[in-house]
Each structure stands twice: as C-alpha cells, then as structure tokens.
C-alpha cells in the first residue's frame, strides 16, 4: 500500500514538472513587448568595454596610493595564487602591462563577470586559449574592483 501511495506521488510530481514546459526559444517570436524591452534596455556590446556593468570608470592621472594600497591586499588574498605581476604566465596571465592593453571598464567587467566575458568577450575567450583554466568569479564587490584596478595601474608604473 504504501509503496503504491509512494509511487502515484512520485509520478504526479514528475508529471506536475515535465508537463507543458515553456521554451525560452518560444519568447518573443511574436515580437513581444517584453522581447523589445529586452533588447533596446541591453547596452550593446563593446569591445573596449567588455560586458558588464563598467561602462565609464573615471581615473585621474595619478595613482589614488589608499585606493591602491586596498587593492594590494584584495590581490593578495584572491588574485595572488593565479597571477604573478610580472609579465610571467602562472595559472592566469601575468599583471605587467594589464592597464596599457585593456581599458578600466573591460578590466573592471573581466574581474567582476568573469564567466559572462569568458563566454561572450573575444579577448577573453583567447586569453582562456592560453591558459586553459576559466576565472573563477571571486565575488568582489565595486570597490574591492576599483581598488584592484588602482592596484594594476600602481603595478605598471603609474604615480
């Protein structure tokens, strides 16, 4: 009895699930107000820039030192295992030069949506070429991002 109860339980669940699924391929074929929301709301993309929500970050000529000091530690507790600042490869690409070949908002869009610019950023994606191994996303919040960024720019010689 109980095993039959467990049985026709388990098969309504399963039917309740997989019935009349919706396919996202089905959104907005009719040309939907939610698909033109959608796509005129969505920056375009911009290889300078990358993906993400940086789209001006404002850096002045010389090196904010506190911004950078923050920045150090940021690295030093989530960036160090992977990146050396020299132009040598460890795990990741090496840090020297990083802010002459990218512009702040594509370096600040990689170390804060590292799996969406991997995925869609052709930078990115030939970076992943060499190394092998995705960017985990270390979850850092604007600041720790700018801080970093500032970090970079300190690595390369800015004062």
Not at 37 to 49: G, I, K, L
Not at 64 to 93: F, I, R, W, Y
Request: aromatic share 6%.
């Amino acid at each position: 009895m109980y095993k039959l109860s467990f049985f026709l339980i388990a098969l309504s669940l399963l039917t309740a699930c997989g019935g009349k699924e919706k396919n996202n391929d089905d959104f907005g074929k009719a040309g939907t107000p939610d698909e033109a929301t959608t796509e005129s709301a969505a920056p375009s993309y911009d290889a300078e820039r990358g993906i993400g929500k940086f789209t001006k970050v404002e850096v002045s000529e010389k090196l904010d030192v506190a911004m950078a000091t923050e920045g150090e530690k940021v690295q030093a507790v989530k960036c160090n295992s992977c990146h050396k600042l020299t132009d040598e490869k460890l795990v990741g690409p090496g840090w020297k030069g990083v802010t002459m070949r990218h512009k702040p908002e594509w370096i600040m869009n990689f170390i804060t949506n590292p799996d969406e610019m991997i995925d869609k950023d052709p930078k990115a994606k030939a970076m992943l070429e060499i190394c092998l191994v995705r960017m985990p996303n270390q979850s850092l919040s604007d600041t720790d991002a700018r801080n970093l960024y500032e970090f970079m720019r300190q690595n390369d010689g800015v004062k």
